[in-house]
C-alpha cells in the first residue's frame, strides 16, 4: 500500500488524527508547522509523496513513516546538516581537454581548475537546503511552514490556509514532471534567479507570500552566517588546493 491509498481508505478526519496522535508519540510538536503541512497531503491524498509504502505497511505505519520523513528533513536542514564528500572522481580526461585549448596552463593550473569545479558542483548541491531554510526562517511568522522532507508531492511550501508554493532557484530547474503535477492546480510558482540574466526575484515572492522582508542582500547575509555556524554542511575534500 502507498500513502496515497491510506489517506483515502482512513478519510481527511481519521488521517489527521492518526497523525496527530502519532507525532505525540514520537515526541514532535503537531501545532509547530506539521499540522498544515500534513493538512495538504490529508486534503488531497494525491500530493502524497510517492517513495512512501510497501506491500507489508497499514495504514497507520503510512502515516508514521510520512511523519518521521518530515522530520528527518528537518534533522537535515543546511544549518545543522554534515554534508557528504563527492562521490565521484575527477574524469583525468577533462584536463586533458582544457590543456588542449589553453596549452598555457600548467599542471598546477589544470588540477585547480578540476577542483574549483567540484567546490561549485558542491555549493549548488547545498544552495537549494540553504534557500529552503532562508524563506523557511523567514515565512513562518506569515503563516506559511516548509514541507521539510519533500513531503508534498512538487510542493515546498504549505500556508495555513491551504496555499501551496513551489519554489527554484533559477528560471531554467524546473523539471517535467514537477510542471505536470502543478496542470490544473492552484500551486503557486517561484524562482529566485533568472537563468539568462542577474535578475532576482524577490518583490514576486514578496507578493505572494504577504511580505516586503524578503531580498538577495538577506540571503546572501543567510548563506554567510550558515556556513560560519556550520563549516560541515559544505563539504571540501582534503586534497583540495583551494583549501
Keep these: 500500500m502507498k500513502l496515497t491509498k491510506a489517506i483515502q481508505n482512513l478519510g481527511k478526519a481519521e488521517a489527521i488524527r492518526s497523525a496527530k496522535l502519532i507525532a505525540k508519540e514520537e515526541s514532535i510538536d503537531w501545532d509547530v508547522g506539521i499540522s498544515a503541512v500534513f493538512n495538504a497531503i490529508a486534503s488531497d491524498p494525491e500530493r502524497a509523496p510517492g517513495n512512501i509504502g510497501g506491500k507489508n505497511d497499514d495504514e497507520r505505519s503510512l502515516v508514521r513513516k510520512w511523519i518521521l520523513k518530515y522530520q528527518s528533513g528537518i534533522e537535515g536542514r543546511a544549518s545543522v546538516r554534515k554534508s557528504n564528500l563527492p562521490g565521484t572522481i575527477a574524469d583525468p580526461i577533462i584536463e586533458e581537454i582544457i590543456g588542449a585549448r589553453l596549452a598555457d596552463l600548467t599542471e598546477s593550473d589544470l588540477n585547480k581548475i578540476t577542483y574549483a569545479h567540484r567546490l561549485g558542483m558542491s555549493a549548488e548541491n547545498i544552495l537549494g ?19 521539510w522532507g519533500e513531503t508534498v508531492k512538487s510542493v515546498d511550501f504549505v500556508h495555513e490556509d491551504g496555499r501551496l508554493l513551489q519554489i527554484k532557484n533559477r528560471s531554467n530547474s524546473e523539471n517535467s514532471s514537477s510542471s505536470a503535477i502543478r496542470t490544473g492546480t492552484e500551486i503557486e510558482k517561484w524562482f529566485r534567479i533568472k537563468a539568462d540574466r542577474i535578475e532576482y526575484m524577490w518583490e514576486s515572492l514578496n507578493e505572494i507570500c504577504g511580505t516586503d522582508s524578503l531580498s538577495e542582500e538577506g540571503f546572501v547575509s543567510f548563506v554567510k552566517s550558515t556556513i560560519k555556524s556550520n563549516p560541515s554542511c559544505f563539504a571540501v575534500e582534503a586534497e583540495n588546493p583551494w583549501k
Design 129 to 147: 537546503l540553504i534557500l529552503e531554510e532562508y524563506l523557511a526562517d523567514n515565512l513562518v511568522e506569515f503563516g506559511w511552514h516548509c514541507a
